[in-house]
């Protein structure tokens, strides 16, 4: 049986974790890539909604630990400028931010999270990424990230990550569960739904 404490920081990490990367990387609207308002998928019946916006977790909590987490990043470049806006922009003469999202690297995803794992835990959990894909789900770029670290003295946690990118929005889908956690076959009938609309 876990822990309140474990379940929560077990939550936390990856809804952090997720925001660190994004906050690292440049992001804005590139023309090769299509506009989408929305991430959809089908949640198992094993998991109801939690405490934490875009969070489901096991039924049986805390029997079993394992979350499915939602959240979406937009850039904000879709925003209709009023005239005054345009001319302050111009003059600013900001530099123009490339959009790097589709060069994520699984070097880069592995030092974030690490980083962000160790600070959540105090010690080096040994965050690694065991598979890194390009995929397309209905027509937009992205990749799945299985990977897995171990706190001292914790079950071995095994997570798989969904980042699917459109022009404005970066959706994110993520899995998690412990090692004696039974829900994989879930979770990827779960992950089989996954639409960008």
């Given amino acids: 049986?876990?822990?309140v404490s474990f379940y929560?920081?077990?939550?936390?990490?990856?809804l952090v974790a997720v925001s660190l990367l994004w906050t690292g990387l440049s992001v804005q609207a590139t023309d090769d890539l299509k506009t989408a308002v929305q991430c959809s998928f089908v949640v198992p019946k094993e998991f109801v909604p939690g405490s934490e916006r875009g969070t489901f977790n096991n039924a049986n909590h805390p029997m079993e630990s394992s979350t499915i987490s939602y959240s979406y990043y937009d850039n904000g470049k879709d925003?209709?400028?009023t005239n005054r806006e345009k001319i302050d922009l111009e003059k600013s003469k900001e530099p123009l931010l490339l959009d790097e999202s589709?060069?994520?690297?699984?070097?880069e995803y592995q030092k974030t999270l690490s980083e962000a794992y160790s600070k959540a835990y105090g010690i080096d959990v040994?965050?690694?990424?065991?598979?890194?894909?390009?995929i397309t789900i209905d027509g937009y770029p992205g990749f799945r990230i299985d990977?897995?670290?171990?706190?001292?003295?914790?079950e071995r946690i095994y997570q798989t990550t969904y980042l699917i990118f459109s022009k404005y929005r970066t959706f994110t889908?993520?899995?998690?569960?412990?090692e004696d956690d039974d829900c994989?076959?879930?979770?990827?009938?779960?992950?089989?739904?996954?639409?960008?609309?």
């Fill in 79 to 81: 925003k209709v400028l």
């Fill in 126 to 134: 040994g965050y690694k990424v065991s598979s890194f894909n390009k």
């Fill in 147 to 154: 990977g897995d670290y171990q706190a001292s003295g914790e």
């Fill in 184 to 197: 994989q076959d879930l979770f990827e009938a779960s992950a089989e739904t996954i639409h960008v609309r």
């Fill in 8 to 14: 929560r920081r077990f939550l936390t990490i990856v």
């Fill in 1 to 3: 049986m876990r822990g």
């Fill in 102 to 107: 589709l060069n994520l690297s699984k070097e």
């Fill in 173 to 178: 889908v993520t899995y998690q569960r412990a």
